[in-house]
């Protein structure tokens, strides 16, 4: 992609208009409550009613990211429809692994469990990621997985 | 992940065995010849019966990626079953926007609308890379997804 | 950073209140529309009265992803007040070298040089980039720059 | 690179009869089996006849990934012999410090010290790694380094 | 950037003069002695008098990444003085951040306290690493930055 | 690794003290103008007797870069001698092809043909890349040797 840093402002005039137009429509009057709200919405769904420990962890010392995370990630990008929560976690979790970050890896695979993904799925998405970004991260987030998958076939097995 | 370069030869002794055992499985019997026919399918049914050029722009100075690219990466993990192409390719495109591959992810996104996916649901997942990987990869991705999108519409008034 | 999905619902039912109490300040209370206004008022400021072309051009296709660059990563984050718009141009400059995106390095060494960044700082960033990323970003980020510089300069010669 | 999804079937028509000729030739016959017994091989040349503990670990819950490790990386790709093991290893070496993994760094350092590369040449190696992608990379794989070398000192003094 | 490998020998020859010319001035007549003696300069100011112990525990094992940190990363990058240390060690806290290293930006962040930068100003460069790098570093980051605030409150309330 | 950025002055003044002593040694006696010809050299010796034009374009806008490229990078760390040539150019192939900069690969590929390694051997190096970092690296490194092949051929055919 070439970007520039500059228009003629006869162009970027009409194409602002546009823009300054579209900044009116209804939907652009949800208040930052709102979309907190809906962040809150989405954690508690897909982390089983559960507030999300490393969010709230955040809270404290770093307020403004833990409501971008709560209002802009969760209430604006994770709430919206067109994707469904299986879908919207496998790719969450293909994308982790294949950056190596295997802890967001395991905490989405988890969300994506909870949404009713199966674990021969998540593996498959492990096996994408030797091609997507090479062996060590697939290896990475394998191990991650097994842990995952362990804490909760001990969790069943302890019982509530 | 901690990994440690020895084991005790007695545990991965018996570790061995099994996996000596598994190595004998019926499933293990493909040959080269058929994985690579595997591959040929997987890309003639992402690519509406093409032939995948960049693919077969690397036979002549590479045919051993070529081969690993159609026989393993087509033909042992594209080829399985667990996952359709719809969320397969979704994940890919996912995986490669957040990388900074945007070349890469226009192809699959591609493979995603042959596969029936829509023109909305690939804007979600560039939606979600301004979280997995911050503004410039999903500014970067939308651009190329805006040109596939032109380059097909293009097509469709030109017609047969 | 070692993170769980579970957390015992004693102790973060209390830290939730804490949460939920925190989304009803004041503060929050800002619209969208609003938060689109101090995008636009920061990127005008930034890009000495214009608009960003690569925003607008994202606004047909992708007017969610111009939306959330406008409305979250400038009229949120951007428009902050605790580090000045110098500052935060030579981090972006830093980051976006070291991260191997010279487009986007390019884009904001701009809005350095129009906050009243001088060349030589900028040239300080980059050879920076040599300790914390090596020397292929680092050359790449000294070409983009090199690049911005011939071009002002010459619309400074070419005249209003 | 510039890469497009769609050639005109008459070209490619011509090009994919010589790939399907190619896919005919004897070196294609090799089966799975076949395969997994030469990334055994591999595996068991750089580890001193050991199995790989990493690799074992993952049989139970990610046969696929095992045998795509043994079959696909050591077998295809690690089993060819243009390059010697000191050379692979070294190039591997660099490649994982640069790429920030130490732990596979580690690995490798250890399969090529077991393949008769000095301790002086793996430093080398690292002090390029401040050239490819800066210091930090370099510092957390020296640090990785230097356990290696420790351990292994360890182990002669322990004696058999 | 394009790179070619190879220029007519007529227009570097040029070029190359000057170049030999550039390599005779007395700036270039600095030792490696000196070099190094303001690396050590520069690292005692920013680490409050002491050595820094990472750089310290390689110089046994790797006295020449030790003397290149010590007299190129910071006797000839980070001892120039047109950018201050406030602003190199915010640029390098967001570089850090941004490039998923939390244990190096924690270094840095530590240093910039030293050098006068605000708490405050540290959680901004953070929150910018959401829109530079995405969700996932920002709050790795904010993990490692709130431990650092921690130790240091902790070392005031343990006195001298 | 863990980093602390505290030690007691005790342990460090002594480590300091052989740090300081180690600075004393003659081979720290090297003038800037030593290691920049000493760079000249490397970069004459790879590149057939050429200056490289990447590193002289540099000269004008930032002669600080391209000092630190020839007398750190080249006259420091890649005149060493423990690698030879054609090992120290097949690492830093297979670390940039890894890190997705096949510009900078093609760069160190044409000096690795310089230097005696073979188009096999440089093949192989991009085969290796799939298991380090998946295929889309691969596949980019490998259109970017085979530039590099043709351009070498075509110069052959064109003669002196």
């Given at each position: 992609?070439?970007?520039?840093?500059?228009?003629?402002?006869?162009?970027?005039?009409?194409?602002?208009?546009?823009?300054?137009?579209?900044?009116?429509?209804?939907?652009?009057?949800?208040?930052?409550?709102?979309?907190?709200?809906?962040?809150r919405e989405?954690i508690e769904r897909?982390?089983?009613g559960?507030?999300?420990?490393?969010?709230?962890?955040?809270?404290?010392?770093?307020?403004?990211?833990?409501?971008?995370?709560?209002?802009?990630?969760?209430?604006?990008?994770?709430?919206?429809?067109?994707?469904?929560?299986?879908?919207?976690?496998?790719?969450?979790?293909?994308?982790?692994?294949?950056?190596?970050?295997?802890?967001?890896?395991?905490?989405?695979?988890?969300?994506?469990?909870?949404?009713?993904?199966?674990?021969?799925?998540?593996?498959?998405?492990?096996?994408?990621?030797?091609?997507?970004?090479?062996?060590?991260?697939?290896?990475?987030?394998?191990?991650?997985?097994?842990?995952?998958?362990?804490?909760?076939?001990?969790?069943?097995?302890?019982?509530?």
């Amino acid at each position: 992609m070439t970007l520039t840093t500059l228009g003629s402002s006869c162009c970027y005039g009409a194409l602002w208009l546009s823009a300054a137009l579209f900044a009116l429509e209804p939907a652009h009057a949800a208040s930052e409550r709102e979309r907190l709200e809906a962040g809150r919405e989405v954690i508690e769904r897909l982390n089983q009613g559960q507030p999300q420990p490393a969010l709230e962890a955040m809270r404290e010392e770093f307020p403004f990211l833990a409501d971008a995370t709560q209002g802009y990630a969760l209430g604006e990008v994770w709430s919206r429809e067109i994707l469904d929560d299986r879908t919207r976690q496998l790719i969450t979790v293909g994308v982790f692994a294949a950056l190596g970050q295997p802890d967001y890896m395991k905490i989405h695979a988890g969300y994506a469990l909870n949404a009713g993904v199966s674990e021969e799925e998540l593996k498959e998405v492990i096996y994408l990621t030797t091609v997507h970004a090479g062996f060590p991260p697939a290896i990475a987030a394998s191990a991650a997985l097994a842990e995952l998958f362990q804490e909760r076939r001990q969790r069943v097995e302890d019982g509530p």
